[in-house]
Every structure is written in C-alpha cells, then in structure tokens.
C-alpha cells in the first residue's frame, strides 16, 4: 500500500515528531509533581539520556514510543511504503535501547521502561508504579 500522502507532506509531518516533551512524558512529569517526587529530565551524561531520572536512588525512566521503540503491542505496525527502510531504522533503535540499558546497569543504575500503550488506558497506574519505585526521593 502507497502512502496517502505526497513526499513533501509527509517530510513536513516527520519533522513534527519530537523526542522530548512528548504527551507520555508531560503526563508523567505532572504526576510526579503532583505526588511531590523530585526528579531531573533528560539527563545527557547517562546512557541513553533517560527521559526521568531519579539520582537519589540511581533509577533511569525511559518513556518509549511503541512505534519506534517496537516492543510488540498492536501500535507496532511496520509501515507499508519503504519498509526496508523502516525495518532497518527500528532495528537500530532497538539496538542503541539495548546497548543503553546494558551500559547503564554497568555504571550501576536501575532501569525502567514505561511503553506509550501502557500510559493510553490508564495513566494512573503510572503514579502508583512510580511512587512505589521512589519512595525515598519525595520533596521534604
């Protein structure tokens, strides 16, 4: 199947795509510090620049999008136009995912993925994982 849309649309709705802020993590974030849990973002001198990161109890959260970070849900679905193109990109994603979290449980640090799907039913649940993740870390 073709893509709906010509080249230069669908090279204009690419570059949309962000990769911090997203709506997963903005949730999140809110829930932290609606519960009082400090945390940092997006820390670049850790493996991988984990989206949360709580230092405290050297803990790494990662907020993974289904479609690029493919885990198996049913939100993982290879495009039909330019799959070899797709499959190759995906596959180094998941690959830099692996190395980053090996790297990081090296350097001695816990690790957590939180999957898009995961936040769509019930975003809820994500404060109570994180809650019963970082106890220790809460604002005094």
């Not at 990161?53 to 970070?69: K, T």
């Not at 790297?103 to 809820?124: F, I, P, Q, S």
């Amino acid at each position: 199947m073709a893509d709906i849309f010509d080249a230069a649309k669908r090279s204009w709705i690419m570059s949309r795509v962000v990769s911090k802020g997203t709506r997963p993590e903005q949730f999140i974030a809110t829930s932290l510090r609606a519960a009082g849990i400090r945390f940092q973002t997006h820390r670049a001198d850790l493996p991988g620049c984990p989206d949360f990161v709580f230092a405290g109890i050297r803990l790494a959260v990662f907020v993974d999008g289904c479609f690029w970070h493919w885990h198996g849900c049913p939100r993982c679905r290879m495009p039909a136009s330019h799959q070899d193109y797709w499959e190759k990109k995906i596959a180094r994603n998941i690959a830099r995912d692996r190395q980053s979290r090996t790297e990081l449980h090296r350097l001695g640090w816990r690790y957590v993925t939180v999957w898009e799907c995961n936040l769509a039913d019930g975003m809820k649940r994500c404060t109570r994982m994180v809650r019963k993740l970082t106890p220790n870390d809460r604002a005094r």
